[in-house]
């Protein structure tokens, strides 16, 4: 079979590769998950909507809209050859930094509840840079890593100059106040550290002091201490510290086993805050119950399987490391919000990934999976015994392949 599938003629073997290499599983989770935050932000945001801005769809159409950006963004890029990415990755990284820095810049930057992280531009909402600088960093460190491949084990060579970069971008965040982006981007900076060949003793270490450093900026700040307080018993104080993780467990409570039904949800009406945003999965359960909940539970975990997979298929390092760092992105993102929602994790103010409201962070996922389909597309059963380059991962003593080189002349574009 395979000595007459060699012999096919081009323009048939060319036709055939597309839905080949289409990644159906995960492009159906993802529209599936971003469908579903399109019905949510309906149903949780329409009282406020009509009470702040007199239309009842104001957050929806917003939503909509950067469904529709992300779309557009995720269809480029699922054709465009990720190689090409890390020539803009240098200048990509340092303007989401930039912009990450300018919001802190007294009438640049958007002030909510003591955070500085948006701008605002007008008619079109805010755009919170922070969401751009997630990819951006993926890309940055991806190719930062794969340049370095030959140092990356060295302390002084790899890992310190690589810890630096991350304490930078983390000391930005924490002047914004933005505790739950710092996590998550902890995290994408430790997984491609890892999926490029790290020393797994440098990454405790990176761990045990970022652990560290969240402990202490959370006990030595007033708001973050009170969070703290209120997660390990919300019903201490459910008027006030407490009041929102305790109306989350009542909205979760009252959905039961199948919900109070869709869009029949009472906590919407100003009950629960940010019932739209960080705490939509309350809504989730309430309207829909435990079931609805699983079901949200077990897509991001077939997209959290999809994800590793493409890493695991890839060509090269590099398709390796942006797989893994996307990948983990949103896995950790969507475990820290239901993690805060179900009162598990204290509170830190992480949207839920492709459900959420935000117009910025809804596209820009949009746009990471596309990259994500590409490094899939481009994938093959070789790339799962392709040893230095995925069942080594963590171990850097061997030479990066080289085999993604060879066959970038026949990847799509």
């Known amino acids: 079979m395979s000595a007459l599938a060699g012999v096919r003629p081009a323009s048939a073997a060319r036709a055939a590769e597309p839905e080949r290499d289409r990644d159906l599983p995960l492009v159906g989770v993802t ?61 990509a990284a340092a303007a989401a930094l930039v912009l990450m820095i300018a919001v802190l810049v007294p009438h640049l930057g958007v002030q909510v509840n003591g955070a500085r992280r948006w701008f605002n531009l007008g008619p079109l909402g805010t755009f919170e840079p922070s969401e751009l600088g997630k990819l951006c960093f993926v890309v940055y460190c991806a190719h930062w890593v794969e340049k370095r491949q030959d140092r990356i084990r060295d302390l002084y060579d790899g890992f310190l100059p690589y810890a630096l970069k991350l304490a930078l971008v983390l000391a930005v965040l924490m002047e914004e106040r933005d505790l739950g982006t710092a996590v998550v981007t902890a995290a994408i900076f430790a997984s491609i550290y890892f999926a490029g060949g790290g020393r797994k003793r440098h990454l405790v270490l990176l761990a045990a002091v970022l652990i560290a450093g969240f402990v202490f900026l959370t006990v030595s700040t007033p708001y973050r201490a009170a969070r703290l307080s209120s997660f390990t018993d919300p019903f201490k104080d459910p008027l006030n510290t407490g009041f929102q993780s305790s109306q989350a467990i009542i909205a979760l409570g009252a959905g039961g086993w199948h919900g109070v039904g869709l869009g029949q949800s009472v906590q919407k009406f100003l009950w629960l805050p940010a019932a739209h945003t960080d705490f939509i999965f309350a809504i989730v359960g309430e309207e829909t119950g435990l079931l609805g909940t699983t079901a949200v539970l077990l897509g991001f975990c077939l997209f959290t399987w999809r994800g590793y997979r493409a890493g695991l298929r890839a060509p090269d390092r590099l398709g390796v490391m942006m797989a893994v760092g ?65 069942l080594d991962i963590g171990r850097g003593d061997r030479r990066p392949s080289d085999a993604g080189t060879r066959r970038r002349s026949s990847l799509p574009r």
Not at 354 to 380: E, H, P, R
């Open 31 to 91: 529209l599936a998950l971003a469908g579903l935050g399109l019905v949510f932000v309906l149903s949780a945001s329409q009282a406020l909507a009509y009470l702040e801005h007199r239309w009842a769809l104001y957050f929806f159409a917003r939503q909509l809209a950067g469904v529709g950006m992300g779309l557009a963004a995720m269809f480029v890029l699922m054709r465009i050859d990720y190689h090409r990415l890390r020539r803009l990755a240098p200048v």
């Open 326 to 390: 996307i990948t983990t992105w949103i896995a950790v993102q969507a475990l820290v919000n239901m993690g805060t929602v179900t009162d598990t994790l204290p509170a830190t103010g992480v949207p839920l990934p492709f459900i959420s409201y935000g117009g910025t962070s809804v596209a820009i996922l949009l746009a990471a999976v596309g990259v994500l389909l590409n490094i899939s597309a481009q994938g093959t059963d070789q790339g799962l015994r392709r040893i230095d380059a995925t």
